[in-house]
């Protein structure tokens, strides 16, 4: 089914507790900040919204929250509903609070609705911007939300961008939005404790409402069906008309709503530091403007980032491909001409002893690159020996400066491929680091956002994730040229910024620059080549010692502890601590108390217990197994063993 479109102005409306759960069990390291708290959650939390200003830039943001299961209607109605699920984590539970602090320093909207789901709240929000002009983009994956779908409702999947609209929803389940309703009536929602007619999925709910048009006329006519599901239908007939009501949205809820109080916040490093700061999350904050550079935009939609330097349009970006030898002749006639370049290599793996060379990318000037492919699955290259020898030159002038982001990657990949590459260097991720040491995000993403105002194409986009991850070998040209030619156009461009930046600081800190960060570089380059050996023998063996000293730390410290609990979870240790053993409290924080290894130290030296001196132990050794002897079997290099 198709419908016509034409919007111009984009509202993201996030379900807030849907993204913060999703955030909660994403596939991310466990965080905690400086006082000890957990914090992943919000920080994955955090990070989505940052995304969604610096690369969606929506005209309008506000976030929809639940309100208790225990409170809304829908319970009231049907006391059975949601009553199989499961209580969240206790600390997720603290990482909400800070979540909506998170949200407030940013200055986005935030709407409630007492006994509501967040689900009415976005539906009566989509009602009411009906024919304003407006696309509403609802972060979310839940089906519920399929009835309200229309050309300018939308949902959007913040980790990969996917948007479902009623054409996508057609495409993707075989139903309309219109249909949603009568088939989620068929179908229930176990997950939500709904019934539904038992065995009738999606598929085959789907096919009698497309040919009946109602649950109702379904039923009507559940003689035509085979006798076991003309059974099944007759005995769910008198609970469809309760399920009918628990899966329809209400989108005429009572609560104030100004668009223009959605208009997307200016949000500066000021507003949310001393927070960001308190959970650990300083390198969000440089990506921020300061208000003191930052004049606020009265237009929706405006960021106002502060950008220093305008990338220039993307009609002015020239990128070239060089894949015959007479356009390699041509440019290593032009690179013979300088006395400065950006260079970068496309491989085909991070581990750089099992990287093959994919190929290269060279920029001297903004706006401008050239791209050299040497291997592909899918296009014409040139042949690798044959090209590295006529850059060799080049790349081995004493007289050249080599600019790279992370050079040391692209001066190890070269070695492997049979050239030295000498003369100057300057890298711009060790640049950007000693200029603004309190920076933790120096890749070149982060690095063209803030300081150019550029946002880059992520390596995903050419070669996705997880299991269906491709080869760079396998990535058509028209979409690897742009990529590999903007990676060496914005290391020029930060070049340009960063080399001015570090002569004007003074020179002691150019001469830390470049007396001992770069030569540094070309050390660690000929380290990470040359390795370590592992004995993954010997590593296995002490893995199994360290499990069963793990496990026997964990019995001691239950048993010392006089019952069971989560050894792992800091807010479980903090009851058992100073509730049921009553030792003193060190350290309060706004959580509760601390129980880090400072606080657990200073227990066991002033109290004696035998507790903290145990989970200081279990703690050590956990980590130890699960930072160092679990992960290094897996970085042996498949080449050399």
Request: aromatic letters at 8%; one cysteine or more; charged letters at 25%.
């Amino acid at each position: 089914m198709r419908y016509p479109g034409g919007v111009v102005r984009t509202f993201y409306l996030i379900d807030g507790h849907a993204q913060l759960f999703r955030a909660y069990y994403a596939p991310f390291r466990p965080l905690s900040s400086p006082s000890g708290e957990p914090v992943k959650a919000v920080y994955v939390f955090t990070q989505m919204l940052l995304n969604i200003l610096a690369k969606e830039r929506p005209d309008y943001l506000a976030i929809a929250f639940d309100v208790s299961d225990e409170t809304t209607e829908r319970k009231a109605f049907y006391p059975a509903y949601k009553e199989q699920r499961e209580a969240a984590p206790d600390d997720l539970h603290t990482q909400f609070d800070r979540a909506v602090q998170v949200i407030e320093a940013m200055g986005i909207p935030i709407y409630t609705v007492d006994g509501f789901e967040a689900d009415d709240v976005i539906a009566t929000i989509a009602k009411r911007l009906d024919g304003s002009g407006v696309e509403l983009r609802i972060a979310s994956k839940d089906k519920d939300l399929h009835q309200i779908l229309t050309p300018t409702v939308k949902l959007w999947d913040p980790k990969d961008g996917t948007l479902i609209d009623p054409n996508t929803l057609w495409e993707l389940r075989g139903y309309r939005p219109e249909q949603s309703v009568e088939i989620q009536t068929l179908v229930g929602d176990p997950t939500d404790n709904v019934p539904g007619v038992v065995g009738v999925g999606v598929k085959t709910a789907a096919k009698l409402i497309e040919r009946y048009g109602s649950a109702d006329a379904v039923l009507e006519h559940a003689d035509e069906q085979t006798p076991k599901l003309r059974e099944r239908l007759l005995e769910a007939r008198d609970v469809l008309p309760i399920t009918r009501q628990l899966v329809t949205l209400r989108d005429d809820l009572d609560f104030p709503f100004d668009l223009g109080a959605c208009a997307t916040p200016l949000v500066t490093r000021e507003a949310v530091q001393d927070l960001f700061a308190e959970l650990g999350f300083r390198s969000f904050a440089d990506q921020l403007p300061s208000e003191r550079g930052v004049a606020r935009s009265a237009e929706p939609g405006t960021l106002g980032f502060g950008v220093a330097d305008a990338p220039p349009p993307e009609s002015d970006v020239s990128y070239h491909l060089v894949d015959t030898p007479e356009s390699l002749e041509v440019l290593v006639a032009q690179l013979s001409d300088q006395r400065v370049i950006a260079l970068d290599t496309e491989t085909t793996s991070l581990r750089v002893v099992d990287a093959d060379l994919v190929g290269l990318a060279f920029a001297w000037r903004a706006g401008e690159a050239w791209y050299v492919p040497v291997r592909s699955h899918v296009a014409r290259t040139l042949d690798p020996a044959t090209t590295i020898e006529a850059l060799r030159g080049v790349l081995e002038d004493d007289g050249v400066t080599k600019v790279g982001q992370n050079l040391k990657y692209d001066l190890s990949v070269l070695e492997g491929a049979g050239v030295t590459v000498r003369g100057p260097l300057f890298d711009t991720m060790i640049a950007a680091s000693l200029l603004n040491p309190e920076r933790r995000g120096v890749g070149m993403d982060d690095l063209a956002r803030d300081l150019l105002g550029v946002t880059t194409t992520p390596i995903s986009d050419l070669i996705g994730k997880g299991k269906q991850q491709r080869s760079m070998l396998d990535v058509p040209m028209e979409q690897l040229l742009p990529y590999a030619a903007e990676d060496a156009d914005v290391t020029w461009r930060l070049y340009e910024r960063l080399d001015h930046e570090l002569d004007a600081a003074g020179g002691r800190l150019r001469t830390l620059f470049d007396s001992v960060e770069v030569p540094l570089v070309r050390v660690l380059a000929a380290m990470e080549r040359a390795g370590i050996t592992l004995d993954v023998e010997r590593l296995a063996a002490y893995r199994e010692q360290l499990t069963e000293r793990i496990d026997a730390l964990r019995a001691q410290v239950l048993d010392v502890a006089g019952g069971g609990f989560n050894v792992d979870s800091p807010k479980q240790l903090s009851q058992v601590l100073f509730e049921r053993l009553k030792l003193p409290v060190v350290r309060k924080t706004k959580t509760g108390y601390s129980t880090d290894a400072e606080v657990l130290e200073t227990l066991a030296s002033e109290t004696g217990h035998p507790l903290p001196a145990l989970v200081l132990e279990y703690r050590e050794l956990t980590k130890l197994l699960g930072t160092y002897v679990d992960p290094l079997p897996s970085f042996v290099s498949k080449r050399t063993g």
